[in-house]
């Protein structure tokens, strides 16, 4: 039934209550497993008063560390199942269910925060926007 399982990570604690049942769905349906991290883009921080060359840079060590810490995570949590860590930089919800279509993901699996009041009005609902766009089932999970 699934065959492509991409699971959006934010690297934090949570990620490893949720793995687990990412892993127990790719067993039981034979599927690839595509943990997806999400590096901010940095556009949204421009409104600080940053040298415009240091953006770029900024954005780049944070993927590379992401990077490091992704292999970690998939070797942890996937091993013996076919996965693979990837990070990309952009805005989290559109580029979660971009790298869905590009990669014939079947289901998307992500953690819920939870978050309420004003981190919910900052930050808004990840997992609530790709529930709204993605054209692919999206299984969405509280971790504790």
Partial sequence: MFRTILYPVDL???DAKVSQLVAELARTF???IIALYVAP???QYEIFDLPTASIPQLV???VSGAEKVMAEFVQKHFAGLTAEGMVVSGDAAE???RQAEAHGADLIVMATHGRKGLNRLLFGSVAEKVVKVA???VLTVRPQ
């Fill in 12 to 14: 934090s604690d949570d």
């Fill in 30 to 32: 034979d599927a690839r």
């Fill in 41 to 43: 883009s940095m556009i």
């Fill in 60 to 62: 780049g060590d944070i």
């Fill in 95 to 97: 580029e979660i269910v």
């Fill in 135 to 137: 054209p692919m089932p």
